[in-house]
């Protein structure tokens, strides 16, 4: 099997945990919106009964969303994909439904609503491709069950999922705010 | 591995507490991120995870 762990990279992407409790999960992913200011985000969830239960959720807080889970028909899958990645929608809900990582350069945001079982999965939600220069923000929301996996995930990837701060420096994933920044980096 | 499998039932009481009619409360406000972050010490828990084979249920704090 090819190795698509090799593909992806974490570089540029900030990562931070918030730690919550089931019940303030949504709670917390409602005031997420309300702070970030999210040009496209995907949230992940680890069952496709939890992607319709979230949607539904999203929805009624307000917020336009998508969502695309493995047992909905592929063209059916297809199409939702394609018009989230045409800027229809500004968040899409899904399971694990990526297995080279996510393309999309107007999604600035990724949020692990439930926190993956492994690396592999981490890494496919999160990572970028590298081919871009892009900047974006990933956050997970960590129960006290998914402290083992936060601890395994971190060690296999050799990398630093640090608390979410008080406020979140727009430099790490807001384009307008970015654009400066890079045009310094490039060349 | 761990034995993880086969948690149906409890699968559906997580997506209740998850997404059940009591979680609505308090919506109006915002979440205390400060707050729940000082209720995890990573590095305590990794270096406890770390120092035992046998995860103990005590972090619990009930």
Not at chain 1, 2 to 24: C, D, F, P, S
Not at chain 1, 166 to 178: R, T, W
Not at chain 2, 26 to 40: I, K, Q, S, Y
């Amino acid at each position: 099997e090819i190795n698509l762990m090799e593909e992806l990279t974490l570089k540029g992407i900030t990562q931070y945990y918030a730690y919550v409790t089931e019940r303030q999960k949504v709670h917390c992913l409602n005031t997420l919106f309300s702070r970030l200011q999210i040009n496209q985000s995907i949230i992940f969830c680890n069952s496709t009964q939890r992607v319709e239960l979230l949607a539904k959720k999203i929805t009624q807080l307000g917020y336009s969303c998508f969502y695309i889970h493995a047992k909905m028909m592929q063209e059916y899958r297809n199409r939702v994909f394609h018009d989230f990645r045409n800027g229809l929608c500004r968040n899409l809900v899904c399971t694990d439904l990526f297995t080279r990582g996510i393309d999309i350069q107007a999604v600035n945001v990724v949020i692990n609503f439930d926190f993956p079982k492994n690396a592999e999965t981490y890494l496919h939600r999160i990572g970028r491709s590298g081919r871009f220069g892009h900047l974006g923000l990933a956050i997970n929301l960590i129960t006290s069950e998914d402290r083992f996996n936060l601890k395994s995930i971190e060690d296999q990837l050799v990398t630093d999922i640090k608390p979410i701060p008080g406020s979140i420096d727009k430099n790490l994933y807001v384009a307008e705010f970015q654009s400066a920044n890079l045009d310094c980096e490039v060349e | 591995k761990n034995g993880v499998g086969g948690g149906g039932g409890q699968m559906r009481l997580r997506d209740d507490e998850c997404f059940g009619a009591d979680m609505d409360e308090g919506m109006d406000t915002d979440f205390d991120f400060e707050a729940n972050l000082a209720l995890f010490d990573k590095a305590a828990v990794f270096s406890q995870i770390d120092g035992t084979d046998c995860n103990g249920a005590r972090s619990r704090g009930t």
